[in-house]
């Protein structure tokens, strides 16, 4: 696979034809939310590998986000080598510990968590990197336009990314969110041997549970809607 960000010119995947949309079955409706609701961030990994097919369909579920004008800002750059793992995981060492060294931590929790941090990658069959990549966004000549475009791309990211974690779940597969990669993208870009034109921004651990995770519990809804006109 490439390492360029701009590929050769393919045939778009069709989207789905035009339907009228109609409400999903209760049942589907359920199991929708049951892997929204049970989802969770895992950073312990058993070594089962995960299957090919499986890999694919979590990627081509993200690449379904929304998107400003439909660009698909985003690029996956997928590790399951153990090689690969380790170079990248070298190559981050120095920006972590320069991270918590300016934090004022002390030398052994630096280095009880690089130690965590560097398992973390390891440990999982299959990490993503996901980029962003502006080059395809509109370009505006005043700064305002400009930041807007650039702050709708991330948005999309993290849409490309919880369609990407919530395919995952549903297909029995564990996942773990890490933002590591925005601390030092030039390393990783450079580890992964990467186009410069891409923006390392997430880093996905994929892979079976190998111990639960502690879940943080949700606030409760009437304390996020801030305002809401059905009550006025």
Known sequence: MSNTAEQASAPLIPAPPAEDRQPISLDALEAFEHVIRNRRSVRRFRPDPIPDAVIERVLQAALWAPSPHGTQPWRFAVLTKEPTKERLADAMAASWRHNLEMDGQPEDVIQGRLDGSRRRLLEAPVLVVICLYAADLDHYPDPDRAAAEGTMAVQSLGACVQNLLLAAYA??????????????????????HLDPAL???????????????????????????????RRE
Do not use: Y
């Open 199 to 229: 923006s390392p921004h997430a880093l996905i651990a994929m892979g079976n549970a190998a111990a639960d995770p502690k879940r943080r519990p949700r606030r409760p809804l009437d304390t996020l809607v801030v305002f809401d006109d």
């Open 171 to 192: 297909q029995g597969i564990d996942a773990g969110w890490m933002c590591a990669p925005l601390f030092c993208p030039e390393i990783v870009v450079d580890a992964l």
